[in-house]
């Protein structure tokens, strides 16, 4: 019963306190209210340590869609993780990384930003080496060491703003977007959103995150961790307006977002397909924030988080079934055996295509369609709704692969009947994927977004999506004749299915040298030189010394009478001199 009692606890505390979020956020969103706190903790002499909380709409709605994908994952995980031995040390730090997210999201504070970001580095290792193999230990470091770039940035925001006389970044937003050294501190928060967003070149981390436990990937690696960098820019978005920096940022998310789309096309492990999914949506995010619109930058963040997380959890259960095998190739035809669970995953990946009326639909036809209002360039245009048809295509791969196509015998499924308690928590996540984009386009614009198109531009999102389903059905249906023609762009394929070969260049290009270095030194001195003048050669010659006092300690009285004779000897020669 206690395994049990841990995950309703943790569960009820989720989901009761995201309630109140909800309701404070109606509350506060209705009288425009912002409630700022200072809590001194301690106060000696003149110097004061000071924690501040900022409670607005924003960081309330945010608070309310973290606790509530936490509270579902809590419940999911009591049957996901049934077998699992460390039932409380799982729980303990899902639970520590909701703490961290909350810190994160209420600080107007660098010091409590970064004590919240640094503890979603920390707690993502620690689940990302949850199952304690050499992948996972080489995953939760490629992840760790790509966040500490971030780390380290905002240890230098935190240094840099000393010369402000306050670390509440919240006071200077208005006033200090003209001064040059907050250009600086501009330019670090980009560097630092980029790495915990998994902008390039940092993405390698988020797929290779992978590793962690499934509802970990679920609340982590789709609503909160990754978007952190995201809300943090939302959150300083007064300070970017018009910097250079943000032009780079426009590009680089509009080239993840390109780049994670055609890698998930040729990309056959279930859970690394939502992954890229994930990388393409947060590009979307960070290149509609860069253009100076943060408040749709928010609105798709939290729209996403549902539907992205049902998905995961969707992928989970369909991994269980398999019998731990995630490779969408030895799936086929799963709808027969698990009808909810296909309902579920049909429904979010359509939802992440952007079917109209759905979540996802709100919120990214209308950010696909102030992108065609702005005045910017072909290429912008052309990245954006490229990504868009690739969403459709790899969705529908995904789809066919895994429900339309017969099912491969390779792989004896385990024939249960669906798990109720995983269930119940994807059903609640499911409701908010249908509801919550039309709900928010309500709540959170006070006014509405203008938007005045000609009819083939405005139909152009369904031309792409058209497009992207043709694609897919086309590609899933490519039986092994087919396949020799991809045999002649062997090597352009190579390059798009590594995601352009960033994850060898985050992790072995880099160390090579080192590795290599470390190998000449190894030989060289450890087993050369240092060998041959201190340890090896010391012990042989000591070993010759010590055959050679043995040697005359055995056969003591026969030298002692030939070097009595040849001293004698010796004598009697002097004598005769």
Request: hydrophobic share 55%.
């Amino acid at each position: 019963m206690k395994k049990i009692s841990n995950f309703f606890f943790s569960f009820f505390f989720c989901f009761i306190f995201s309630m109140i979020n909800f309701f404070f956020f109606v509350y506060f969103i209705m009288e425009n209210m912002t409630f700022f706190l200072e809590w001194e903790i301690i106060s000696f002499n003149s110097m004061s340590i000071v924690m501040s909380i900022l409670l607005d709409w924003m960081s309330l709605l945010f608070m309310m869609f973290v606790l509530m994908i936490s509270s579902s994952v809590i419940y999911y995980s009591k049957s996901y993780m049934s077998s699992e031995l460390n039932l409380n040390r799982f729980i303990i730090l899902v639970l520590l990384f909701v703490f961290s997210m909350i810190l994160l999201i209420i600080s107007p504070n660098m010091i409590s930003i970064f004590l919240g970001w640094d503890g979603l580095g920390l707690v993502s290792y620690c689940l990302v080496i949850y199952y304690q193999n050499i992948k996972s230990y080489n995953a939760g470091m490629l992840t760790a060491l790509s966040n500490r770039i971030g780390d380290v940035m905002i240890l230098m925001v935190i240094s840099w703003m000393m010369n402000y006389g306050s670390w509440n970044y919240i006071f200077f937003l208005n006033f200090m977007n003209n001064d040059y050294m907050m250009k600086i501190i501009g330019f670090l928060l980009i560097v630092a959103a980029m790495t915990k967003s998994a902008q390039i070149p940092f993405s390698s981390w988020l797929p290779a995150a992978m590793a962690a436990p499934t509802p970990v990937s679920s609340l982590v690696h789709s609503s909160t961790l990754v978007t952190a960098g995201v809300y943090l820019l939302i959150r300083f978005n007064l300070m970017l307006v018009d910097m250079f920096f943000l032009k780079i940022l426009l590009l680089l998310s509009g080239l993840t977002m390109f780049m994670a789309g055609i890698s998930a096309n040729y990309e056959f492990d279930l859970k690394k397909i939502i992954a890229l999914s994930t990388l393409s949506q947060l590009g979307l995010m960070m290149s509609i924030l860069s253009m100076g619109m943060p408040d749709l930058a928010f609105y798709h963040l939290l729209t996403h988080a549902m539907f992205k997380a049902l998905l995961f959890m969707c992928a989970g259960v369909i991994i269980h079934m398999m019998n731990d095998i995630q490779d969408i190739r030895y799936m086929g035809g799963i709808s027969m055996y698990i009808p909810l669970t296909s309902l579920c995953m049909n429904i979010s990946n359509l939802a992440l295509c952007g079917i109209p009326f759905l979540a996802g639909f709100y919120s990214k036809d209308l950010i696909l369609e102030m992108v065609s209002m702005s005045n910017l360039n072909l290429m912008i245009f052309f990245l954006y709704y490229f990504s868009t048809g690739l969403t459709m295509y790899y969705t529908i791969r995904l789809l066919f692969y895994l429900m339309v196509n017969d099912y491969n015998l390779m792989v004896l499924y385990n024939l249960y009947d669906e798990d109720y308690t995983m269930l119940k928590s994807m059903f609640m996540l499911l409701f908010m994927s249908l509801v919550v984009g039309s709900f928010l386009s309500w709540m959170i614009f006070n006014y509405p977004y203008m938007i005045y198109l000609s009819i083939n531009m405005k139909m152009m999102v369904i031309y792409v999506m058209l497009i992207g389903l043709l694609m897919g059905y086309l590609v899933s249906n490519m039986k092994i004749y087919s396949m020799n023609k991809f045999l002649m762009t062997y090597s352009l394929s190579n390059f798009l299915s590594l995601m352009w070969f960033m994850p060898s260049l985050s992790t072995y290009s880099l160390n090579i040298y080192f590795l290599k270095m470390g190998h000449k030194l190894s030989k060289n001195v450890d087993m050369g030189w240092s060998e041959l003048y201190s340890g090896q050669g010391m012990y042989n010659i000591i070993k010759n010394y010590s055959v050679f006092y043995n040697f005359y300690q055995m056969n003591n009285f026969k030298i002692y009478l030939f070097s009595f004779f040849f001293w004698m000897l010796i004598f009697y020669l002097m004598l005769l001199l």
